[in-house]
């Protein structure tokens, strides 16, 4: 395979922050230190080992193995083994529970942690890493996960459920399944053991059985977090933010730092960062005059508190909070995501000191750009790099025409022509009678759209002339930005693998994945 690489700077789809964020070192103040090598992560090990709790790594460990031991690989377990001592630590990138596990950038989230955990590994003997999917199934937004682009066709789950998205049952799933299978009808291969994931309760065991035999080889644990038990080791948190709107405050201050830093704050705090979860529903906890509201019905804080204590499974961090939970329950030292993530992560050092958690490593997700071999056949015989179709088909189609036909598309002699025979027309009117003016410059006007549809015309002929080319810009286009987006956030990762035979496809960006590199990688799978 090929590789090369393209800067984030010249790719105008990524953020200004993502441009920022490959170097950590203007962000200091927001970070436990800017995360720059595998060192940095030993350092992380020393200082997770002394305040995370040998019964929270227990139970964890012990929930994890209910969850996923009827389906993990031998690869899984043996993580899940390791995670027993008190010197494995996790690498840890987590989602929104996207329908079948795309887009592709899910994909490049999972091999980064892979690659990370093994390269802390490999640096020193002391520790360990295991690569941790954390299954965000408390979310809400269903519009956001319930489609995927696949074969030229957007498959959709239609439900009108509603609430936690992982807490969704499965009986209207049964329709988007039966359309994701047809694509394979026949086929008996890799495919069929993701197809065949079925009889799950709700959505989150489906998903994360899903994904832990997408990943089964890389030795990824699907960790899915609504859970009573694993809620249970967040309760200090969850009576501390019903108690006093601190991690508020450390927000609000943070925000200031950032926008005098010239960036805007992603996500917003509120005075209490909780919800609660009922049947359908994911209720704002609000703090008021006499207490804290829930839909209207007002609790003292120690009726909460008690409420807290006796069911911890229905209390639910926001954006705010999320990350404070996950460093809770696991052992982590690194969290991986997209710029997006990191905005609105390096708004919460303050949050994790308010509730005395150690902030983690964070790190930007590697971002990569697939070709495949008909679009590498068409980029080939364009001859244009990669890099150009970053921008609009119409300026791409311009640009191809000038490049071909520049000559017989340069009508700036006629037009130079036109301007001076439009000034001798006023001219010759106004020295026979001023009042001609006003018609010899109505004249002028409709020559000139003459003119302007004479060139059209010329511009319509040279690019049927070359039609098949300008198709292929089209085609090219569509790949590289579709819909005006990066490929990665568009496009399910079975794109690149139609007959569903996806392991050489996992193993071939895992091969090309750096957890270090923070350009836009480019993968020519033909090679």
């Known amino acids: 395979m090929i590789q090369t690489t393209i800067a984030r700077d010249k790719i105008k789809q990524f953020s200004s922050f993502s441009h920022a964020f490959g170097n950590q070192s203007a962000f200091g103040q927001f970070l436990t230190k800017p995360f720059a090598s595998v060192s940095d992560m030993y350092e992380q090990a020393q200082a997770k080992k002394v305040v995370y709790a040998p019964e929270t790594r227990k139970n964890l460990v012990e929930t994890w193995h209910k969850q996923v031991a009827s389906f993990a690989s031998e690869s899984q377990l043996e993580n899940l083994e390791l995670l027993k001592s008190e010197n494995t630590f996790t690498v840890t990138t987590g989602h929104q529970l996207t329908l079948f596990g795309g887009p592709l950038y899910l994909v490049?989230?999972?091999?980064?942690?892979?690659?990370?955990?093994?390269?802390?590994?490999?640096?020193?003997?002391?520790?360990?890493?295991?690569?941790?999917?954390w299954m965000a199934s408390e979310d809400h937004d269903f519009d956001e996960v319930k489609s995927t682009h696949l074969f030229n066709q957007k498959l959709s789950w239609e439900s009108a459920q509603t609430g936690p998205v992982g807490r969704f049952g499965m009986d209207d799933f049964q329709e988007v399944h039966e359309t994701f299978k047809a694509f394979f009808d026949g086929k008996e291969n890799e495919i069929s053991d993701l197809i065949a994931v079925s009889g799950k309760a709700d959505y989150a065991s489906y998903l994360q059985e899903f994904l832990s035999k997408l990943f089964a080889d890389f030795g990824v644990l699907v960790l899915q977090p609504d859970s009573r038990d694993l809620k249970r080791e967040f309760v200090p948190v969850i009576l501390r933010e019903i108690a006093a709107p601190s991690a508020h405050q450390a927000v609000l201050k943070t925000n200031k730092a950032i926008e005098a830093a010239g960036y805007k704050p992603q996500a917003q705090a509120r005075d209490c960062n909780l919800f609660y979860l009922k049947a359908g529903e994911r209720l704002r906890i609000e703090p008021v005059a006499n207490g804290l509201a829930i839909d209207g019905k007002v609790f003292s804080e120690a009726e909460l508190a008690k409420r807290v204590q006796e069911e911890p499974e229905n209390f639910s961090p926001n954006v705010i909070l999320r990350p404070v939970y996950q460093e809770t329950i696991l052992p982590n030292l690194v969290y991986v995501g997209g710029g997006g993530e990191m905005a609105y992560w390096i708004q919460l050092k303050g949050v994790f000191e308010v509730h005395q958690t150690l902030f983690p490593l964070i790190q930007q997700r590697i971002s990569i750009q697939l070709q495949d071999g008909t679009m590498k056949k068409r980029l080939d015989k364009l001859n244009w790099p990669v890099e150009r179709f970053f921008q609009p088909k119409d300026a791409l189609k311009k640009l191809f025409l000038a490049e071909n036909e520049g000559d017989d598309l340069n009508l700036s002699t006629l037009f130079k022509s036109f301007n001076t025979l439009r000034a001798e027309m006023i001219d010759k009117a106004k020295s026979i009678e001023a009042t001609l003016e006003s018609f010899a410059e109505a004249e002028a006007v409709r020559m000139k759209k003459q003119l302007e549809s004479f060139e059209q015309r010329l511009v319509k002929q040279l690019k049927q002339r070359h039609e098949q080319t300008l198709q292929s810009i089209d085609f090219i286009s569509e790949r590289v930005i579709p819909e005006n987006s990066l490929q990665e956030r568009h496009f399910h990762w079975l794109q690149f693998a139609p007959s569903g035979e996806y392991k050489h496809l996992l193993q071939t960006i895992y091969q090309h994945t750096d957890p270090f590199e923070t350009e836009l990688v480019v993968i020519d799978l033909t090679k």
Do not use: M
């Open 108 to 133: 490049y989230k999972v091999l980064h942690v892979v690659r990370l955990a093994e390269a802390f590994n490999a640096s020193q003997q002391e520790f360990k890493a295991v690569p941790v999917f």
